[in-house]
Every structure is written in structure tokens, then in C-alpha cells.
Nanobody, 124 residues
Framework: QVQLVESGGGEVQAGGSLRLSCAAS????????MGWFRQAPGKEREFVTT????????LYTDSVKGRFTISRDNAKNMVYLQMNSLKPEDTAVYYC?????????????????WGQGTQVTVSS
């Protein structure tokens, strides 16, 4: 499994922006589809976005479309999540995840590598 470490979380006012980063270790990073999930207090972890192995295809949950952008740099073993126009309901712990063999782009069960998470807090 690839090892993942997130960074870039913090507190921001509504309407602001944050950029999350996910550093991956291991030579097989480019074989993984990569995703971001989030978990708000008292709620289940939910899908946010996924990017394909090459970076050519992406998928977003409806609530973040047009505001969030996922990208990756396979040469640097990095995945990014640019979050703009943040809302208080975006407050959550954000997790980077890797999918090596799973067929689903948004099912938690298909992601077999997870980071420790980074807190994002959006104040109104």
C-alpha cells in the first residue's frame, strides 16, 4: 500500500480558500486512482472527489462542483485539493485515499490506502 500524509488544513472564513496537499510514498503511486473524502462531526465519511491514474479524468460530488478542484503530480507523488468559496458545511476532517484495484470511484470500500486526515474549519 502507498503511504499518504495530508497537509494544508486550517481555519478560514466562509468564502475563503484552502489548498490541501497529499504526499504519497512508494514507487507505485501512479498506479493508484486518488480521492479525497471528508468526515464531519457525528456524520459518516463521505466522498468528495477522485482523479484517475493519469489525471485525465475527475469526479466530484455535487455539493463541491465548481468550487473544488483535484489535481495530481505523478512525478512528485502528490495530490492536491484546491477549495474555493468555502462554506461552513465544508467543515470536516479531509482524508486523502488511494484506490489500486477497486472499480468504484466513490465507494470508501474500494480505497485501500488512507492518510491520517487534516482538519478544515470554515467559520461563518
Amino acid at each position: 500500500q502507498v503511504q499518504l500524509v495530508e497537509s494544508g488544513g486550517g481555519e478560514v472564513q466562509a468564502g475563503g480558500s484552502l489548498r490541501l496537499s497529499c504526499a504519497a510514498s512508494g514507487p507505485t503511486f501512479s498506479r493508484y486512482a486518488m480521492g479525497w473524502f471528508r468526515q464531519a462531526p457525528g456524520k459518516e465519511r463521505e466522498f468528495v472527489t477522485t482523479i484517475s491514474r493519469s489525471g485525465g479524468n475527475t469526479l466530484y460530488t455535487d455539493s463541491v462542483k465548481g468550487r473544488f478542484t483535484i489535481s495530481r503530480d505523478n512525478a512528485k507523488n502528490m495530490v492536491y485539493l484546491q477549495m474555493n468559496s468555502l462554506k461552513p458545511e465544508d467543515t470536516a476532517v479531509y482524508y486523502c485515499a488511494g484506490n489500486l484495484h477497486g472499480s468504484s470511484w466513490f465507494s470508501l470500500a474500494d480505497f485501500d490506502s488512507w492518510g491520517q486526515g487534516t482538519q478544515v474549519t470554515v467559520s461563518s
